[in-house]
């Protein structure tokens, strides 16, 4: 029954309690960079979520009380399996997603390998508190416990990179898990699945069930056999998450969406910081959470700053992903794109300058990607701080680059936003670098760099950047249930 259309066409099962099952309606994937259809997604709803809530819950007791090294042991070997297949995997992620096949070899998949790896590594070291307290004859001391079923829903941007940022402390804890990845982006979770039972994941500890959000993912959110939520999205969606799921106090792990600044003083050393934050404001198409969408430089520089900004980011290369000397791919979707490049048309209305990009340069593409959802990083100078373009999140290759003048100014106007996720900040002043990162509303501030990450500490946003962080202690705290116990003798 699931092959009743093209036969060409991918057609994706959930896994549920060890087993690919098919589902009775499905959803169409496009390849973002042809536009063309390729691949079926099932569309599940509550029936395949209430399946799957009940092989996880099946697969606890077993799984929960397997030891942190005999949990390791697997997910290390899932991670061999992964880069074993590291190549499929990358070009199924770039065909799925529109990244560039450069970007998706080089970090989306090694990513997902490093994310079993690390917690397998962590879930070895962590040790419970103990207090004593000899006047009253006792000691206290905590100990952690898996919660149960854990439901995980991921974003379309870093497909298996984020799911298994979740699967893998989930796991490693000794909870199950419901996964719910993006309807735009399944594949290489369903190839993930493949390999579960080979790496020795026992049946049910890893159920994924696909579909939509309102449909798969709302289902499982109100599913009262599932006490937590891992959700990494937009901020809109977790608004949503957290009224649907209140009912039930259940506990969640928000990680949303950021309006990121990067702050460049005038003693910035320039010829680092024009290719990383060229990098930072238009890797994977700028779809990702951290990049970099705000660009304030000390008047002094600014003009300067531009011209060498604006030089490099036009030595990026758009088109077709599967070519590795590519540099830019294609947006996730015609509507995504559509909604970036409305932003660029908002910001000439309001009377900004396009420097490079959308609507200025031309775009050549290969015959095959003609109706691929591309576009050009595009630069956008002269814009004002309460323009949309300067609020909202764009989720695409713009970045807006204004002129600042005092320090006290600077941080006000970088923390001028709701959102509080990442900023970066360009000085060879040491102090000043403290001071400035001290004050920003920000959880991860990077200085001379960008996406430079120890996966130990604590990764996570402020204000509608989401609640709770993810690393190795906070996922560790987020995904156990912690007990005080006390024993008078
Ligand atoms: P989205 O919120 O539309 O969707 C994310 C996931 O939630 C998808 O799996 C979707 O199907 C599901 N979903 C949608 N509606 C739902 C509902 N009502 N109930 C349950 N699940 C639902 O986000 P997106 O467009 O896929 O991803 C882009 C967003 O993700 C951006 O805002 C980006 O900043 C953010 N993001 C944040 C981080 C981070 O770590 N902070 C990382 C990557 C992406």
């Known amino acids: 029954p699931t092959m009743a259309h093209s036969k060409a066409l ?8 060890g087993k690919f099952v098919p589902c009775s309606s499905y959803i169409d994937s496009y390849n973002p960079s042809t536009g063309d259809v390729y691949c079926r997604v099932p569309d599940s709803g509550k029936e395949e979520v209430e399946a799957a809530v009940k092989a996880a819950k099946d697969a606890f007791p077993i799984w929960s009380s397997k030891s942190p090294l005999e949990r390791s042991q697997i997910l290390n070997k899932l991670a061999d399996l992964i880069e074993h297949d590291l190549e499929a995997f990358a070009q199924a992620e770039s065909k799925d997603q529109g990244k560039t096949i450069t970007f998706a070899r080089t970090v989306d998949i090694p990513r997902a390998v490093h994310n079993f790896r690390f917690f397998a590594s962590s879930i070895l070291h962590h040790v419970t508190e103990c207090t ?38 989930a796991i490693a804890c000794g909870n199950t898990v419901v996964a719910k ?50 959700f990494t999205g937009s901020t809109l969606t977790a608004q949503r998450i957290t009224e649907k799921s209140a009912p039930h106090c259940k506990r969640l792990s928000l990680e949303l969406g950021g309006k990121n ?25 700028g779809e990702i959470c951290l990049c970099t969408s705000r660009i304030f430089v000390q008047r002094g520089i600014y003009s300067e700053f531009l011209k060498s900004f604006v030089a490099e980011a036009k030595k990026w290369k758009t088109g077709n992903p599967s070519d590795p000397t590519i540099d830019v791919g294609a947006l996730i979707s015609k509507e995504h794109l559509e909604k970036v490049r409305n932003y660029v048309k908002r910001a000439q209305a309001e009377g ?138």
């Open 10 to 17: 991918l057609v994706l099962e959930n896994f549920i309690g």
């Open 132 to 169: 004593e307290m000899p006047t009253m004859g006792c000691v206290h001391y905590t100990s952690r416990a898996p919660v149960g079923v854990a439901g995980l829903i991921s974003p379309w941007n870093l497909p298996l990179y984020l799911l298994t940022w979740k699967i893998a402390p």
């Open 181 to 230: 990845p993006s309807e735009m982006t399944s594949v290489t979770a369903w190839m993930m699945c493949k390999l579960l039972e080979k790496a020795g994941v026992p049946p049910g500890v890893v159920n994924v069930v696909f579909g939509t959000g309102a449909k798969a993912g709302e289902a499982l959110v109100c599913h009262p056999d599932v006490p937590l939520i891992s």
């Open 261 to 285: 600044p990067a702050i460049i003083f005038d003693d910035a050393d320039l010829s680092q910081c024009i290719p990383t934050t060229v990098r930072s404001s238009f890797a994977n198409q």
């Open 352 to 489: 900004a300058r396009v420097l490079c990009g959308e609507g200025v340069d031309p775009l050549a593409l290969p015959p095959v990607n003609q109706k691929g959802y591309f576009m050009l990083p595009t630069v956008i100078a002269e814009v004002k701080d309460e323009s949309c373009c300067m609020q909202e999140e764009i989720f695409g290759p713009v970045t807006c680059v204004v002129a600042f003048d005092t320090e006290e100014e600077v941080i006000k106007r970088a923390n001028g936003v709701k959102y509080g996720l990442a900023a970066t900040v360009w000085s060879g002043n040491v102090g000043r670098v403290h001071r400035v990162a001290h004050r920003l509303q920000s959880g991860l501030v990077w200085t001379n760099c960008w996406l430079v990450r120890d996966l130990n500490l604590p990764f996570g946003g402020m204000k509608a950047s989401g609640i709770g962080r993810e690393g190795a202690k906070d996922s560790y705290e987020f995904f156990t249930e912690v007990k005080t116990i006390t024993i008078k003798h």
